[in-house]
């Protein structure tokens, strides 16, 4: 259980559910299987797998929830050109233009005949709320797959008091001040990532992976005002990472200083190594993540 993305919303009061009531929450807005006429279906399911039975995976005082969405897959290609020839025989039978309206009910009357033939593709989306610090932390650098979360989240329990992570200084100034200075703050290394913008709207970009941060090339792009948007980070030689200037993570990675930390364990079960992941990857973030924010000045 590997979180491979990282956007942090702050809990803006305190939560009022434990494992067990929220459990019970979640539960009533299970997952059910789509049925042949709807286009998507979502709901709660317990993040062990469909074996197991609890909506709610408490690990180390760690609440894990995973939300999982059916969609029904219809290609747009194979939608347009059945379309097509339903809007021909008409024109042909009937020696009338097809108006616009006309063409999108005939459009959606399609879509309803294939639904039914169409094949499903299956997504879960996992995120943990760490209550002692206030967080919850969703595995998704995607807007769309946080809202999906926050907003199941939301209607399962009325109401769901979060907010983004807001710190004191702007973080694509502090990334930049970082990659002029040729070095981050105390306990992070660069990375081999980076990505730059110039201030204009119409402003050119720059991606760079694999490469020097610190050379010549890049201090060009900085000296012509370009501004850091995105930057590979290591911490401790524990965790390597790419941040961008919303504070989202991305490319989250546990070096193996920490995956050797497994080999230790006694477990003998799947489950046994889950929780043992679990644990470690939230362990590891709950003591990187407050160094991160305390580099951008703290939370504002």
């Known amino acids: 259980m590997w979180f491979r993305n990282l956007t942090i919303l702050r809990l803006t009061e305190p939560f009022p559910f434990n494992a067990e ?33 609890d909506q709610v995976h408490q690990v180390s005082g760690r609440l894990l929830i995973c939300l999982r969405t059916e969609e029904k897959v219809l290609p747009a290609l194979v939608v347009n050109q059945v379309l097509a020839e339903r809007i021909a ?27 039914p033939r169409a094949l499903s593709r299956n997504r879960l989306g996992y995120a943990y709320l760490d209550l002692a610090a206030g967080w919850l932390v969703v595995d998704s650098a995607s807007p769309r797959g946080v809202e999906e979360i926050t907003g199941a989240l939301r209607e399962a329990l009325d109401s769901l008091p979060v907010a983004p992570l807001r710190v004191a200084w702007s973080p694509s100034a502090v ?47 900085l000296q012509a005002g370009k501004q850091v948007t995105r930057l590979g980070l290591i911490w401790n030689e524990r965790v390597a990472l790419v941040l961008d200037e919303t504070l989202v993570v991305r490319r989250l990675q546990f070096l193996d200083v920490v995956r050797e930390a497994l080999r230790e364990t006694t477990a003998e079960s799947m489950e046994a190594v889950f ?23 703290g939370a504002a």
């Open 175 to 221: 990334m930049t001040a970082w990659l002029t200075e040729g070095q981050a703050p105390p306990a992070f290394t660069l990375g081999d990532v980076c990505e730059l913008r110039e201030d204009s709207a119409a402003g050119g970009v720059v991606r760079c992976r694999g490469q020097d941060l610190t050379g010549e090339e890049m201090h060009g792009h």
């Open 21 to 53: 009531s929220l459990a019970a929450r979640l539960a009533a807005r299970a997952f059910q299987p789509c049925p042949s006429h709807q286009p998507s279906a979502t709901g709660w399911t317990p993040p062990l797998g469909r074996k197991a039975v």
């Open 89 to 115: 025989l008409i024109e042909d039978q009937q020696g009338r233009p097809v108006r616009r309206r006309e063409k999108q009910e005939l459009r959606d009357q399609l879509v309803q005949e294939l639904l």
């Open 275 to 297: 929780d043992a992941e679990f644990a470690l990857m939230t362990g590891e973030l709950a003591l990187l993540l407050p160094g991160l924010l305390e580099s951008f000045g």
